[in-house]
């Protein structure tokens, strides 16, 4: 299994943990696991200036696309995408929304890498309180868009301001959801048809684009790959 993780953050506490439960378990499960890490920042971009070329011009033209590629490409090529990130002010981290904003040219709206349509999502947060469903409805939303047709998400309040903290029996109980979680993963069946859902949506999308005036690059990609007519990337 080829896994793409991409962690909201650079210390290695709640969410990290988190993580690597799954990924152990999925080890356990799956034999070896080939794992491709980001930290943000700084495995990350700048933050995005609003230039509208990735959108126009192309991906590779961003002023970032050095640190952008390298992490949509392993996510191109993984079976598995992980996204984590801490809860901070009931959103995602400030680095990891960064990231979301340079890979919105990879949204069903505009040039959806075909290999997404056949992936699963896997969005985890941690808090010391409150707010991890938001972080995690957040990150499955972009997934969503992307393209990505199975998507599990997992909130977990870990009463503690960092790993030391957190009581061994709520570490138990992170562990044992994380075995839980991996076994769903691991029973999934590789290109499945996506949902009801991520096909109407792809459908809306492809008649936005016969309407699409205004964008010859993101156009050319759906013509491109027969997605104007009967072409489906599943």
């Not at 392993?74 to 079976?79: G, K, P, S, Y």
């Not at 598995?80 to 990130?85: R, V």
């Not at 990505?148 to 997992?154: C, D, S, T």
Request: with cysteine; glycine share 10%.
């Amino acid at each position: 299994m080829n896994i793409a993780v991409v962690h909201g953050q650079q210390h290695r506490g709640s969410t990290y943990q988190c993580t690597h439960m799954v990924l152990d378990r999925l080890a356990e499960r799956k034999g070896e696991l080939q794992v491709s890490e980001f930290f943000l920042p700084g495995d990350g971009p700048g933050p995005c200036i609003g230039c509208g070329r990735c959108f126009t011009e192309g991906e590779d033209r961003c002023p970032h696309a050095a640190k952008v590629q390298p992490i949509a490409r392993a996510l191109a090529e993984a079976d598995l995408i992980i996204i984590d990130s801490p809860c901070y002010v009931f959103g995602m981290t400030g680095q990891l929304k960064t990231l979301m904003d340079h890979l919105g040219y990879r949204w069903m709206s505009h040039r959806p890498h075909p290999a997404m349509f056949r992936k699963t999502g896997l969005a985890i947060s941690t808090a010391a309180g409150a707010g991890t469903s938001k972080v995690t409805k957040a990150l499955k939303t972009n997934l969503f868009y992307w393209g990505v047709p199975r998507i599990y998400r997992w909130g977990a309040n870990v009463a503690a301001v960092n790993w030391e903290g957190v009581k061994p029996g709520k570490k138990e109980e992170l562990e044992r959801h994380a075995a839980r979680l991996a076994d769903r993963i691991a029973r999934r069946k590789p290109g499945r048809r996506p949902s009801l859902k991520t096909r109407l949506m792809f459908a809306i999308m492809r008649l936005n684009q016969k309407r699409n005036d205004w964008n010859p690059r993101d156009l050319g990609h759906w013509r491109e790959r027969g997605w104007m007519e009967k072409g489906r990337p599943w």
